[in-house]
């Protein structure tokens, strides 16, 4: 029932700038921590940045400075500002969330991953 969508990611040169935003959709109770996640080819995922209810965030130490994340609770999305990219932030991008459907009941949901490519 419930499913997180991405949108925004795309080809862009090196310190060009992009804005991710993933929807979550369903039936759903709370979201406590949304968060970003990426995976470049022959690497590991690797978490990018969180967000929880409250606004308090974190960040990778390669993307502080440049990347933002940002909420909208009413709406259940969440945004992730790139600025300054660099080519090495060419990846996938997945947004992640453990989601509470109802009172005991909660699971970790994936989108399906958004493209982005930094060109130098």
């Known amino acids: 029932q419930v499913q997180l969508v991405e949108s925004g990611g795309g080809l862009v040169q090196a310190g060009g700038s992009l804005r991710l935003s993933c929807a979550a959709s369903?039936?759903?109770?709370?979201?406590?921590?949304m968060g970003w996640y990426r995976q470049a080819p022959g690497k590991q995922r690797e978490l990018v940045a969180t967000?929880?209810?409250?606004?308090?965030?974190t960040y990778a130490d390669s993307v502080k400075g440049r990347f933002t994340i940002s909420r909208d609770n009413a709406k259940n999305e969440v945004y992730l500002q790139m600025n300054s990219l660099k080519p090495e932030d060419t990846a996938v991008y997945y947004c992640?969330?453990?989601?509470?459907?109802?009172?005991?009941?909660?699971?970790?949901?994936w989108g399906q991953g958004t493209q982005v490519t930094v060109s130098s």
């Open positions: 992640n969330s453990n989601i509470i459907t109802t009172i005991g009941s909660s699971q970790r949901y």
């Open positions: 967000i929880i209810s409250g606004g308090s965030t």
């Open positions: 369903g039936s759903i109770l709370r979201i406590n921590v």
